[in-house]
């Protein structure tokens, strides 16, 4: 069976994007160590083991936008994507690290399981300094609290990034265990937990609020 | 509600205790103040941390639960 043939820059985006997990094979035409490494790949793709991966295969020149993109030098290169992010790399028709690539990523915990969640948590209280997760949006709250909670951060000058819980009911009950906290709105500030509206109104009060959100 | 909700808090023995209840159409709410030695030393979160613990039952029914949690030596600066 032969790899996923891509021959569009905004297909292998969307790809790399949504694909649980992915190899993507940089090559060229009447480059020999790329009919190397395409052999290894297909043996690759074949092995039942290896059915959560989809494996592509893209020529550089074609998809050149993205190749200068993802800083694609030299065929072969073969890189490897868990989740939309690039997890590995193998310049060149290095077969022993290929096959070692593919079986890393074979092995990593797929989507769903707690090691995922626990990082895709992570990234989301520090994708800003100041991360509010609310019902709503601040133009829209959809609760009282989560209304007061935007009202007393502007008034502190804050500026804050907001995530509506009420649109991934998996963060929604993830980020309560991995927070321990068990209501919304929650606030962060530098990825720790600063609480709810009654305690960032407390600070707020003290004038420790607007201490905290001071961001370099 | 607001008298489970109080004895569960005495397992703090708290020197002050205020439960206010604001319920509306929305579902029960509670402004609930503490005044209790076991919040010494201890952060806003940790300290709210251990009110949901006492209160986890009541927290399913309860819409909105919010929480003021001092220790003697506040209180007593406060005089509130």
Redesign the interface.
């Not at chain 2, 909105?64 to 003021?68: D, G, H, M, Y």
């Given at each position: 069976m032969s790899l996923l043939v891509v021959n569009a820059g905004i297909e292998l985006r969307r790809l790399i994007k949504n694909e649980r997990k992915l190899v993507v094979f940089f090559s060229s035409p009447n480059v020999p160590q790329c009919d190397q490494v395409h052999n290894v790949l297909k043996t690759l793709k074949e092995d039942t083991v290896n059915s959560e991966i989809l494996f592509v295969h893209v020529d550089a020149e074609v998809v050149s936008e993205v190749s200068k993109q993802l800083e694609i030098i030299s065929v072969p290169t073969v890189l490897f994507f868990q989740l939309g992010e690039e997890i590995n790399r193998v310049c060149g028709a290095s077969i022993p690290d290929i096959t070692k690539s593919v079986m890393n990523l074979q092995s990593a915990p797929a989507n769903g399981s707690p090691n995922d969640l626990s990082s895709r948590l992570h990234s989301l209280i520090n994708k800003a300094p100041v991360m509010l997760f609310m019902k709503g949006s601040p133009e829209e709250p959809r609760c009282g609290f989560s209304r007061q909670i935007v009202s007393i951060l502007r008034s502190n000058n804050a500026k804050f990034e907001t995530f509506d819980i009420l649109q991934d009911e998996v963060v929604r009950q993830g980020l309560k265990s991995y927070s321990n906290w068990p209501t919304y709105p929650q606030l962060y500030v530098k990825g720790e937990l600063v609480g709810g509206v009654d305690i960032v109104r407390e600070l707020a009060d003290s004038g420790e609020l607007a201490q905290m959100l001071i961001v370099p | 509600m607001k008298d489970q909700i109080e004895q569960k808090l005495k397992s703090l023995n708290p020197l002050h205790i205020e439960i206010v209840d604001f319920s509306d159409g929305c579902g029960l709410k509670f402004d609930v103040k503490v005044v209790s030695q076991e919040f010494e030393g201890k952060s806003?979160?940790d300290r709210?941390?251990i009110v949901?613990r006492l209160l986890e039952e009541e927290?399913k029914s309860v819409h909105?639960?919010?929480?003021?949690t001092l220790a003697p030596s506040q209180w007593s600066l406060k005089s509130s």
């Open positions: - | 806003l979160v709210h941390r949901h927290m909105a639960l919010t929480l003021k």
